[in-house]
């Protein structure tokens, strides 16, 4: 396992331990930093409007079409970083 797969593992398992959960906007661009880096581009159809959620989801991964898998896992490794400060 290279350096960076294991510091986004190790970034996916403290995120699960925050005292505080993140808010909805940063849940959001945890998921899609993560969908980008493990996944790629996103695909597929947007997702209904009846399904707010998913297509809340949908839209956060395809606004990071085009970013690199090594940028994106170096992007949630940082906000992961910066909730376990706000944590402290």
Known sequence: MSDLAARF???Q???VNLNDA???????????????GSEGDVSGD???AIQFVAQAKYDAW?????T???TAI???????EEL???DA
């Open 68 to 70: 690199s898998n090594e």
């Open 22 to 36: 993140p808010d909805v906007q940063t849940k959001l661009k945890l998921y899609a930093l993560y969908k980008q």
């Open 13 to 15: 398992d403290e995120v």
């Open 46 to 48: 947007r997702p209904s």
């Open 84 to 86: 376990k400060a706000k």
């Open 74 to 80: 170096n992007g949630y490794i940082d906000l992961v």
């Open 9 to 11: 593992k190790t970034a």
């Open 62 to 66: 395809a606004k990071l079409v085009g």
